[in-house]
């Protein structure tokens, strides 16, 4: 997927493009329900997952002061219902530090989650909860429909309620829908522009192998990297692979999951 697109192809409320809505490029419908491998036993297909947590991947605007691009991506899954064909997606975005000049940390456990239904051959994109500084004093995390969010149109593949634009607090990651949005974020101490865009997971292959199951069916919990260990799913803090003696480390991803059924 392209890092980069260009801000006159993101569709806005005020200029819609004539294609179809949502998206038909993920390989599966009803049949995500009940069919195929299940590791985490929740009545999922694993590959359906895999597919459409990686075509509703995020794309981020990061601003221009960014220093803490660093990251690994993981991500849930769960069902809300065959009846309404609804599933919801979490996205733990796994930033190795926040860089804020008088507030960083080791590990920032910022999330995206998604509640996205299959309809008639298509996928479509119905809410989405953005973290931001989730539990804080400045807590200014919200949900937002998706006549709220931005859409990136660089791709033909994707739509008005296909994978959204959002856009990322400088150095701190909190992600809102607009910049707008974001200027008024954390007492207004956030700050976000159109600088860098980058999707949540870089990869040729995003989101392979990251499927983290759930809290009670964990797949992936214990990460190694660099020869240090986080517990994603466990209620421990994020250190981001990193734990620094000046700074502090940020409480995990466990309350976030747990706190919305995972």
């Known amino acids: 997927m392209r890092a980069t697109v260009l801000w006159g192809l993101l569709l806005t409320l005020s200029s819609l493009e004539a294609r179809a809505d949502g998206l038909s490029v993920i390989p599966y419908g009803d049949n995500c329900w ?87 051959g298509r996928w479509y994109l119905d809410w989405a909860y953005l973290s931001a500084h989730r539990k804080s004093v400045c807590d200014s995390s919200a949900w937002y429909s998706h006549e709220q969010l931005e859409y990136d149109l660089s791709d033909s593949r994707n739509a008005y309620r296909g994978w959204p634009v959002l856009y990322v607090a400088e150095d701190k990651h909190a992600t809102y829908n607009t910049l707008a949005t974001c200027d008024k974020g954390c007492f207004t101490q956030d700050y976000c522009s159109r600088h860098v865009a980058q999707y949540l997971d870089m990869a040729s292959s995003p989101l392979v192998s990251r499927n983290v199951g759930s809290t009670a069916a964990p797949l992936i919990n214990s990460v190694v990297l660099n020869g240090k260990t986080e517990r994603l799913l466990d209620d421990v803090d994020f250190k981001g692979w990193d734990d620094q003696w000046y700074r502090p480390n940020s409480k995990g991803y466990y309350r976030h999951l747990v706190d919305f059924g995972f």
């Open 34 to 120: 009940g069919t195929g491998a299940d590791a985490d036993k929740d009545g999922l297909n694993d590959d359906c997952e895999h597919q459409v947590a990686r075509w509703f991947m995020p794309l981020f605007w990061f601003d221009t002061g960014e220093s803490g691009f660093e990251r690994r991506p993981y991500y849930a899954v769960k069902s809300e219902g065959f009846a309404t064909r609804t599933l919801r997606i979490f996205y733990l975005d796994t930033f190795f530090e926040d860089t804020g000049v008088t507030t960083g940390h080791d590990g920032d456990p910022e999330f995206q989650l998604l509640e996205v239904h299959y309809s008639a």
